[in-house]
């Protein structure tokens, strides 16, 4: 027998010990699992596709281990076990959520490997649904919009919209260059800065006198850049005490955070912008509560088409941010205080997304997480650096424990709200308790 021969018999007999039949069953339960995770969801999410796509396929036995960026999947089928590994870059696509969610649950009970594989392929070559151009305009409209809820008036309104518009189409830019995330953020927000005290700086010579609510719309120029869907998701995950995932999602956000503030604050330094609040707006108040009621929805709005979620979805959210964000304006205006006023309103956001996503059959997530920005603390958060800066340490305290109950209480009303409305955050047993049909048709006799 020739070397070649001899060669070629022992790569066939290795062949013949590979596992061939799991190998294909193990990759299509990975790849839908790297597509959920890479499009920004929770790890409880992630595990329900991956169970689908396992069931589906025949596989029996699997178990998945999640961080942040990578998956560690066991298969098990017929006595024989294989791991495998795949990572993810963080992103957000709240479109490929649905997709993937809706096909989840559409799967049948049994399928091939090339079918699941063929439907995969469409989700992940489906396009982004808003062209770049309008998300600009969208994203500038939300972040002026914020400017509004912050106290702003007309001119901070005015001198966000070129300012974020221009940091925005900067940041996509940058993004697809693919340069460092931490740089890119970091950059973005001092150039959205910079561009908004240049703007407000040309209305201040136009109209002759400097504007007094300034600093409200100094940060709303980056809040773009704010980790929703990290934030959020990695506060659910926690709920769960899913650790593996929840942890590094989570500091993940706070560097993006942290990069967001040290970007503007060296601009707020350079420019010397006062850290003290903006006071309250103050004239027709009917005026002014239309302005904060369409506020709130464009905020929403402009932030879910940024995350590219469906039109009609992104149109309910900002229905439900205003439905939630009244309330929680009304409860600031008489003194309550503003992490009591957000977990409200975060209790509201999450019951009116869970009633919007069982009536009109939408995805709870997707609709949640933007609808949450709308009582970001971005502004006490810039409040304690340039606090510290001035080595003032009794207010930045202040300001930094202020801006941490907050976040939790975001994530304590949106966690509340899904405990009573899912019994997957209820229970902690894999199959949440169902009620009796006798029991319940004894209690209707």
Known sequence: ????????????YEDRLEPLHLIRRSHVVLRAGTLMLGAGTSGLRVREVMGAVGRTVGVEQHHAQFTFTSIVLTVGRR???????AETRPSVNADRISMLQGFAHDLPERATVAEVESRLDVIERTPRRYPGWLLVVLVALACSSVAVLSNGGVREAVAVLPASALAYGLHRTFTRLQLNTLAVVLTSAAIASAAYVGFAAILTRLLGSPSPGFAAGFICASIFLIPGFPLVTAGLDLTRVDLDVGVPRLGYAALVVLAIAIGVWIIAVLAGVSPDPVAALTGNVVLIWSARVAASFFAVFGWATMFNVPFPTALASGVVAVLGNVPRLLMLDHG???H???FAASVIFG??????ARLFSMTKII???PTLLVAIPGSSALRTLIYFDRADVTSAIQSGVSTVLVVIAMIAGLSTARMLTDPEWTFTRPAPPLPDPSKVAARRS
């Open 1 to 12: 027998m020739e070397d070649g021969d001899l060669e070629i018999s022992e790569h066939e």
């Open 79 to 85: 006595g024989i076990f294989r791991t495998q590994v």
């Open 336 to 338: 309550v205080k503003p």
């Open 340 to 342: 009591v006023a957000t």
């Open 351 to 356: 019951l009116l997304c869970a009633l919007a």
């Open 367 to 369: 609709m949640t997480v």
